[in-house]
């Protein structure tokens, strides 16, 4: 599977953003496809993921409440969103669009990153 993503920019703090990613190839409904960050100088970390077949999604702690990641499968669209809402800086960073056998990772696959920058 290779992975697309897209959307990222600069924003100020309590902005909104929406990263898309378009996946190509054969998903497996038991796969999760999510998102990953990393902020400066610090390790990339789980944000969101979700069950491709359904029936699960996941967020981390720090997003949760303020991020919201979807998919549109129809048409073998095969897409992932994320729907960033009242950002803040510490949000800063490159995002990531992964698909892998767990729900937090590690993904099997990574895509390019997008970057994300939230000024205060």
């Known amino acids: 599977v290779q992975l697309q993503a897209s959307g990222g920019g600069l924003v100020q703090a309590g902005g909104s953003l929406r990263l898309s990613c378009v996946a190509s190839?054969?998903?497996?409904?038991?796969?999760?496809m999510g998102w990953f960050r990393q902020a400066p100088g610090k390790e990339r970390e789980f944000v969101a993921s979700l069950k491709w077949g359904g029936g699960g999604i996941y967020y981390s702690d720090s997003v949760k409440g303020r991020f919201t990641i979807s998919k549109d499968s129809a048409n073998a669209k095969n897409t992932v969103y994320l729907q960033m809402n009242n950002l803040n800086p510490e949000d800063t960073g490159v995002y990531y669009c992964?698909?892998?056998?767990?729900?937090?990772?590690?993904?099997?696959?990574w895509g390019q990153g997008t970057q994300v920058t939230v000024s205060s």
């Open positions: 992964a698909i892998g056998p767990y729900t937090r990772g590690p993904p099997k696959s």
């Open positions: 190839g054969r998903i497996f409904s038991s796969s999760f």
